[in-house]
């Protein structure tokens, strides 16, 4: 497939650059970038006026849930929902069934979306063997095989021997150590955000607490390693600071900040709507604006989704039972546009992710894999069930009103969402 897009507006934050520009994509990479550009013969013209082109969204943090849980999710129907959402590279947790701990499961995962041919999909490996936080899996394996970094995500690595050693062969290998930080023990039996609109709902909370004395802990572990060490999920005032105050000092922390906890509160939590419940869970006012202030003066580097697919019958519960976690791959681009100025935003989907993981992705000087987003950043749309791409449909913002959505997504030079009708 050839494609001319054309006359929109380029923003590459990786390249500096922000300009009208036309783009020819050919044989999977971009061909050509410029002023008026002739179009190819056989190349399918995308008008791109009033519209921006961006180097395609990168997501640091997805639950694919394959292998063991295609009835939430399959590696196929998870990269559809990434596409339509402008993402073409996903990390992919390894919290499956079994988990990704070993070669098997991380080829099998590579192999699968190799065999798709669309978003590309990075496995991340498991920290410990099966996920139990007692014994670190071969690091030098995972590697080999092709994992970008290290996560017990969903558990936090609660022994702080097997932390370090953790961040000790991290650094080794180079990959980052990413942690899902929650001391199980303070969190303990906590379905929301413990303060004042947990009591008034009656339902137990989880302190911010136990979010912060791991990152604290953590933080000394990485001073005592020199490891390359990324908070998941970032959720508290606290948190940011303390990861402000570390990349203060030189230590190599990076740190994400999904949509939903952006914008939403625990308030949210006060009508016993399952769909916001999630780990970590929804904080307060003042969570939110530090987290949109950590966004916005680089502490956080990037916006990760969480996308968490669960079936209907694990949500259409009473809340305290219900399975933690929201989708958010179709939803995380408006949000981030109606938080931060435009180039910004898409600095934190693009290079800020691709960056922290060391991805070749997030960028598209010419020569690069064609893997590109047009967004109209001025679309207005509602979320439907029926439109998610995703086989689970447990997100909060079903209903709402949404500004900007990807309108044309290419990975590997392949037009995977085509809202602009440019295929024939
Ligand atoms: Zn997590």
Same mark, same amino acid.
Not at 207 to 228: K, S
Not at 261 to 268: F, M, S
Not at 272 to 292: F, G, I
């Given at each position: 497939?050839?494609?001319? /897009?054309?006359?929109?507006?380029?923003?590459?934050? $990786?390249?500096?650059?922000?300009?009208?520009?036309?783009? /020819?994509?050919?044989?999977?990479?971009? %061909?050509?970038?410029?002023?008026?550009?002739?179009?190819?013969?056989?190349?399918?013209? &995308?008008? %791109?006026?009033?519209?921006?082109?961006?180097?395609?969204?990168?997501?640091?943090?997805?639950?694919?849930?394959?292998?063991?849980?295609?009835?939430?999710?399959?590696?196929?129907?998870?990269?559809?929902?990434?596409?339509?959402?402008?993402?073409?590279?996903?990390?992919?947790?390894?919290?499956?069934?079994?988990?990704?701990?070993?070669?098997?499961?991380?080829?099998?995962?590579?192999?699968?979306?190799?065999?798709?041919?669309?978003?590309?999909?990075?496995?991340?490996?498991?920290?410990?063997?099966?996920?139990?936080?007692?014994?670190? !899996?071969?690091?030098?394996?995972?590697?080999?095989?092709?994992?970008?970094?290290? !996560?017990?995500?969903?558990?936090?690595?609660?022994?702080? $021997? /097997?932390?370090?050693?953790?961040?000790?062969?991290? $650094?080794?290998?180079?990959? *980052?150590?990413?942690?899902?930080?929650?001391?199980?023990?303070?969190?303990?039996?906590?379905?929301?955000?413990?303060?004042?609109?947990?009591?008034?709902?009656?339902?137990?909370?989880?302190?911010?607490?136990?979010?912060?004395?791991?990152?604290?802990?953590?933080?000394?572990?990485?001073?005592?390693?020199?490891?390359?060490?990324?908070?998941?999920? %970032?959720?508290?005032?606290?948190?940011?600071?303390?990861?402000?105050?570390?990349?203060?000092?030189?230590? *190599?922390?990076?740190?994400?900040?999904?949509?939903?906890?952006?914008?939403?509160?625990?308030? %949210? &939590?006060?009508?016993?709507?399952?769909?916001?419940?999630?780990?970590?869970?929804?904080?307060?006012?003042?969570?939110?604006?530090?987290? $949109?202030?950590?966004?916005?003066?680089?502490?956080?580097?990037?916006?990760?989704?969480?996308?968490?697919?669960?079936?209907?019958?694990?949500?259409?519960?009473?809340?305290?039972?219900?399975?933690?976690?929201?989708?958010?791959?179709?939803?995380?681009? *408006?949000?981030?546009?109606?938080?931060?100025?435009?180039?910004?935003?898409?600095?934190?989907?693009?290079?800020?992710?691709?960056?922290?993981?060391?991805?070749?992705?997030?960028?598209?000087?010419?020569?690069?894999?064609?893997?590109?987003?047009?967004?109209?950043?001025?679309?207005?749309?509602?979320?439907?069930?029926?439109?998610?791409?995703?086989?689970?449909?447990?997100?909060?913002?079903?209903?709402?009103?949404?500004?900007?959505?990807?309108?044309?997504?290419?990975?590997?030079?392949?037009?995977?969402?085509?809202?602009?009708?440019?295929?024939?």
């Amino acid at each position: 497939m050839q494609f001319h /897009i054309r006359g929109g507006r380029l923003i590459d934050p $990786r390249q500096g650059v922000d300009d009208e520009l036309d783009v /020819i994509v050919q044989d999977g990479r971009i %061909a050509r970038i410029g002023k008026g550009l002739a179009t190819p013969t056989g190349a399918l013209v &995308c008008d %791109a006026r009033g519209k921006i082109i961006a180097p395609s969204f990168v997501d640091l943090h997805a639950h694919l849930r394959e292998p063991g849980e295609e009835g939430k999710e399959t590696i196929e129907s998870g990269g559809a929902a990434a596409a339509s959402g402008g993402f073409t590279t996903v990390c992919a947790m390894p919290n499956t069934q079994p988990p990704n701990d070993c070669r098997a499961i991380t080829m099998l995962v590579k192999t699968r979306a190799h065999e798709l041919g669309g978003v590309h999909v990075h496995p991340i490996g498991a920290i410990t063997r099966g996920l139990a936080g007692e014994h670190l !899996s071969d690091f030098g394996e995972l590697k080999d095989a092709g994992v970008v970094a290290l !996560s017990d995500d969903g558990k936090c690595v609660m022994n702080a $021997r /097997i932390m370090r050693r953790a961040l000790e062969y991290g $650094r080794t290998f180079d990959l *980052p150590i990413v942690q899902h930080a929650e001391d199980h023990n303070l969190s303990h039996g906590g379905s929301m955000n413990e303060g004042a609109t947990s009591t008034r709902a009656g339902i137990p909370g989880q302190p911010a607490e136990a979010e912060e004395v791991i990152v604290a802990r953590d933080l000394i572990l990485v001073e005592m390693t020199g490891a390359r060490y990324h908070v998941a999920h %970032a959720s508290t005032a606290r948190t940011v600071a303390m990861v402000r105050d570390a990349k203060a000092r030189g230590l *190599p922390v990076t740190c994400e900040v999904t949509p939903h906890h952006l914008v939403l509160t625990d308030e %949210a &939590c006060a009508h016993y709507d399952t769909s916001t419940k999630m780990y970590p869970p929804l904080r307060t006012k003042n969570d939110t604006e530090a987290l $949109r202030a950590g966004l916005a003066d680089g502490t956080i580097d990037a916006i990760a989704t969480d996308h968490a697919p669960h079936s209907a019958n694990a949500k259409n519960i009473e809340f305290d039972c219900a399975a933690f976690g929201v989708i958010g791959l179709e939803t995380a681009l *408006p949000i981030a546009l109606s938080l931060l100025p435009l180039e910004r935003a898409i600095e934190r989907l693009t290079w800020g992710p691709a960056h922290t993981f060391k991805l070749h992705a997030g960028t598209m000087p010419e020569g690069s894999c064609a893997d590109l987003v047009v967004i109209d950043p001025s679309l207005e749309w509602v979320v439907t069930a029926e439109e998610t791409q995703s086989k689970s449909k447990n997100s909060p913002f079903l209903g709402k009103t949404m500004r900007g959505r990807a309108v044309l997504t290419i990975a590997q030079g392949v037009a995977l969402c085509d809202r602009m009708k440019v295929l024939p």
